[in-house]
Structures are given as C-alpha cells and as structure tokens.
C-alpha cells in the first residue's frame, strides 16, 4: 500500500509547507517495514526524517541497513532460525531473521521456507534483495526506537500506521521473543488529538473515532499469504478499505477537507 499512501502524503506535505504549517520535517513513530516512508523519503522537500518503531530489533536492523554494516546471511536454516530467537536484543540479524523468514512476515510466527511446497522460492534472497533497495532511501533518515507517546513531534508532518484496532486478536507489539504488549487504541487516539494542535497528523487505519474524518481510501486485500488463487476466496475476510484520517478539530483540517471535497 506504500506507494499508493505516499504520493497523498508528498501532495499534502508540499501543501502544509507551502502554508508555513509545519517547519521541523516528517515522522513515523510506526514506521515497521517502512512501506510508505521508502516511497516518501527520497521525494523532493522532504527532510528531517524521523523514523521510529517499539521494535527495538527491528530498527537496530534499519540503522545496519542504512548505514551498510548489516552482513546479510546467504541462507538460514530451521536451526538457524532457531538460533537467531535467542539473540539478545537489540539485534540486527534477529530482526532479518524474526521477520523476512517467517511465514506472512510474523515475527518468530513460523519458519517460512517450509511452507513453500517446492516452489523455488528463496526469503533469505527476497529479503536481501529488498534491504539492499530500500537502503538507498533511507540515507537521509534518523531512526530511533521509542513508545510512539515518547516522539513529542513539534511542528511536523506524522504519519502513523499503527496497530489495527481488532477484537478477535488483541495482541498487537513484539516487543521480545516471550512477550507481547497489547495496544491501547483509545488512548492512540487521544495521543493524536493531542498532537493535531500543533503538527499535521494523518492516521492510517479501517475505522476511526466519530471527530476523525476520512479523507483518502483504497481497496485493499489483507491475507498472511496472498496468491491469485486464494485472495479472492473469502472477500468477507481478506477486503478491506484501508483510509486515512485527520481529527475534524486539528489546527489544519481544511487542507484536507477540502482536498477530498475536489
């Protein structure tokens, strides 16, 4: 979905900045596998990029990547996958492993390579491949590893991708092999009031609070393991609408209100 989400936020970033209503940069405190800010962040005026996620594994890794010292693995074996869980974090490989091996990218979910029922197919590759890419997008970005209520942004454009709100499965950060920490949406959403006073808030999510209004959506197809035989299957449980919100009472709603409205 990143490349569809950011050429909205790169039309509204120029905006806000041409309206003198942000002054210090763009933000993700959610930036995880960075869909949207690999798109965004070599786009011309965007600068002062913070990128941040709970994860501490995940952005150890990031700064590996960006910076060129991450020693990228030329296969990981089931033991080897087993192997890397028990890293002591922060850990580069452990998020390498944890994520781009794992079946539908769970961390630590399941050894991906077992599932593919003798496709050739090779995740360790796929995923070298990929970090080799995105690292020349992210030299010009500062990662930091925080609560998302630590981030403080003042003055800027955030973009938050957080966890979804669900009722089936609660469960939402990974914070270590043995733990998960459940996410709080209503106080995510007060945070974001919070935070419209004085930035340029846009939320990515399906639903959102009554004083948020929606102002771009896409369809979209939510499977752990996508194919073209089986995405289609069951529309009930696969398609959704991802949307993007601002809150109705932030200090620069009508920039996107009435961007929706042409």
Same mark, same amino acid.
């Given at each position: 979905?990143?490349?569809?989400?950011?050429?909205?936020?790169?039309?509204?970033?120029?905006?806000?900045?041409?309206?003198?209503?942000?002054?210090?940069?763009?933000?993700?405190?959610?930036?995880?596998?960075?869909?949207?800010?690999?798109?965004?962040?070599?786009?011309?005026?965007?600068?002062?990029?913070?990128?941040?996620?709970?994860?501490? $594994?995940?952005?150890?890794? /990031?700064?590996?990547? @960006?910076?060129?010292?991450?020693?990228?693995?030329?296969? =990981? %074996? &089931?033991?080897?996958?087993?192997?890397?869980?028990?890293?002591?974090?922060?850990?580069?490989?452990?998020?390498?492993?944890?994520?781009?091996?794992?079946?539908?990218?769970?961390?630590?979910?399941?050894?991906?390579?077992?599932?593919?029922?003798?496709?050739?197919?090779?995740?360790?590759?796929?995923?070298?491949?990929?970090?080799?890419?995105?690292?020349?997008?992210?030299?010009?970005?500062?990662?930091?590893?925080?609560?998302?209520?630590?981030?403080?942004?003042?003055?800027?454009?955030?973009?938050?991708?957080?966890?979804?709100?669900?009722?089936?499965?609660?469960?939402?950060?990974?914070?270590?092999?043995?733990?998960?920490?459940?996410? $709080?949406?209503?106080?995510? /959403?007060?945070?974001? @009031?919070?935070?419209?006073?004085?930035?340029?808030?846009? =939320? %990515? &999510?399906?639903?959102?609070?009554?004083?948020?209004?929606?102002?771009?959506?896409?369809?979209?197809?939510?499977?752990?393991?996508?194919?073209?035989?089986?995405?289609?299957?069951?529309?009930?449980?696969?398609?959704?609408?991802?949307?993007?919100?601002?809150?109705?009472?932030?200090?620069?709603?009508?920039?996107?209100?009435?961007?929706?409205?042409?």
């Amino acid at each position: 979905m990143g490349k569809y989400i950011a050429p909205f936020l790169y039309e509204m970033y120029v905006k806000a900045r041409e309206k003198g209503v942000i002054a210090n940069g763009y933000m993700e405190p959610f930036c995880g596998s960075l869909g949207v800010l690999k798109n965004i962040a070599t786009m011309p005026l965007v600068e002062n990029i913070v990128a941040n996620d709970y994860h501490p $594994d995940l952005i150890q890794m /990031w700064k590996e990547v @960006r910076d060129g010292t991450f020693v990228y693995p030329y296969e =990981v %074996s &089931e033991d080897g996958y087993k192997t890397a869980k028990q890293l002591p974090s922060p850990s580069a490989m452990k998020a390498f492993v944890g994520f781009g091996m794992s079946f539908g990218g769970r961390f630590f979910g399941a050894y991906a390579q077992k599932y593919v029922n003798g496709k050739n197919e090779d995740f360790c590759k796929e995923m070298v491949h990929s970090l080799q890419r995105i690292s020349k997008c992210i030299q010009n970005v500062e990662f930091t590893n925080k609560d998302y209520q630590d981030c403080c942004p003042e003055n800027c454009f955030v973009y938050c991708d957080p966890p979804y709100k669900q009722t089936k499965f609660p469960i939402k950060y990974r914070r270590d092999v043995k733990k998960y920490d459940v996410f $709080d949406n209503d106080v995510f /959403w007060d945070t974001i @009031r919070k935070w419209s006073a004085n930035n340029v808030v846009i =939320v %990515s &999510e399906i639903t959102a609070p009554d004083d948020f209004v929606e102002v771009w959506s896409l369809d979209r197809y939510r499977s752990a393991c996508q194919s073209a035989k089986t995405r289609f299957q069951n529309e009930s449980v696969t398609h959704q609408r991802e949307k993007l919100f601002v809150y109705k009472n932030a200090r620069d709603v009508s920039l996107f209100v009435q961007e929706k409205g042409n």
